[in-house]
């Protein structure tokens, strides 16, 4: 029998009137989450102190309340190791973020915890008190009313007043494994789309991603970077990111941070390494708009994500980011916007909470420097219809000539 198993129902009284039957080994959890948030120097302690700590208290726990469970030495610990892999400093919280089906969890000023599983928010049954409100909120509290950082694999969001009542959000670190071959398999989008998204990353085009959704955008972006080539290097400029780095080509820059002067020193400094590719991940507009700026100083392939309602609102978005930045005319603006990127992806989240590609436009412009939006791609009750420009009718790929599989699809099309 498994150490789970013998702790899986072990009866105890914690009230006179009150005998239940629950699992020891989630009792345990919970009451060392507790124990813990009671210790304000707990995460001062090395691990082995925390090891040492944790053993005591069980051993505290059988001899008062649990007289007639015995555990071997092994067990102890083997409980021990288990609950500090899991163990992130948020008290009766940990249990939570734990779940491997939970992907975040929300905290009100109430104290309700909401969790989302499958890209829906439920409300549980766990109230935490204002002091363990404060307890949490204390370790991540600074000068600001909004505070946003990474900790090991979470990405967690604190509010306060003014800004609003008290609200603890956290997120996990997503794992995106996926590239635009998976996203054929999944039927996600069809070979036609997949060659033309190919045809984009290999020829180094600058892409917007635009979409409502942050994790849409993210899971997109994501994906391209898992298809591109692992000679290729990438840089990854962003807030707080909440993806993780699988690859060893990609090297990520967390620039949220940062003072203006170290911001600049890190643009710099990316803009110098010459990467293939550069993933820009900001949503704080002084940032974005400094990026911006020096656009056109960034050698190789570029992908900027832009949160939009529609691939027209990320063009006016950058438009007037580009007459902030260079304090020029709208006509000026849009010529910047034409001059720095080639197409704009726009994505909506799909009935399972991922994405479609809901339309791919084309960024030209006029001789008279008016900027102009062709839609090449569109989804159509769930078909995509191609609309593609020559040069890529005709493009000749290096694992053969993919220029009659575009064709075909066009021909199909009128």
Avoid at 101 to 130: A, D, F, M, P, Q
Avoid at 131 to 137: E, R, V
Avoid at 357 to 368: F, Q
């Amino acid at each position: 029998m498994t150490l789970k198993d013998r702790l899986k129902n072990i009866s105890f009284e914690s009230n006179p009137k009150i005998v239940e039957e629950i699992p020891f080994s989630e009792f345990i959890t919970d009451a060392l989450s507790q124990k813990i948030s009671t210790i304000p120097v707990w995460y001062d302690y090395d691990y082995s102190k925390q090891f040492e700590l944790i053993l005591n208290f069980l051993d505290n726990k059988l001899n008062s309340e649990f007289e007639d469970l015995t555990l071997s030495e092994s067990e102890k610990r083997a409980i021990a190791e288990e609950f500090l892999k899991t163990n992130n400093g948020f008290g009766v919280l940990d249990k939570l973020i734990a779940d491997e089906n939970i992907t975040s969890l929300t905290v009100n000023s109430l104290g309700s915890v909401y969790v989302c599983s499958g890209g829906h928010y439920r409300k549980t049954e766990l109230v935490l008190s204002k002091k363990q409100f404060n307890d949490i909120a204390a370790r991540f509290k600074g000068d600001s009313p909004v505070v946003r950082l990474r900790q090991d694999n979470l990405f967690i969001t604190l509010l306060c007043p003014p800004v609003s009542d008290n609200m603890l959000i956290i997120r996990k670190i997503k794992d995106v494994f996926e590239t635009l071959d998976d996203l054929v398999k999944n039927g996600v989008i069809t070979d036609e789309l997949k060659t033309f998204l190919e045809y984009l990353l290999n020829n180094k085009k600058n892409i917007i991603v635009s979409g409502e959704s942050e994790s849409v955008c993210g899971d997109f972006i994501q994906v391209l970077i898992n298809s591109v080539d692992e000679s290729k290097r990438i840089a990854v400029i962003e807030d707080n990111g909440i993806y993780k780095v699988n690859l060893d080509n990609v090297s990520a820059f967390s620039v949220a941070s940062l003072d203006e002067f170290d911001y600049e020193y890190i643009l710099s400094s990316v803009r110098e390494l010459y990467p293939d590719y550069t993933v820009t991940r900001l949503n704080d507009y002084k940032k974005m708009l400094s990026f911006y700026l020096g656009v056109s100083d960034i050698t190789g392939g570029l992908v900027t994500e832009v949160r939009a309602r529609s691939a027209a609102d990320a063009s006016n978005k950058l438009v007037n980011l580009g007459m902030t930045a260079l304090k020029s005319t709208e006509k000026q603006a849009k010529t910047k916007l034409s001059s720095s990127y080639d197409y704009i992806v726009h994505l909506a989240k799909s009935d399972d909470n991922s994405f479609i590609i809901d339309s791919i436009m084309e960024i030209t412009s006029t001789k008279t420097s008016s900027l102009v939006l062709n839609e090449v791609v569109k989804s159509v009750d769930g078909v995509y219809a191609l609309d593609l420009p020559e040069e890529i009718l005709n493009v000749e790929r290096n694992n053969g000539d993919q220029s009659s599989v575009l064709k075909s699809f066009r021909q199909r099309l009128k």
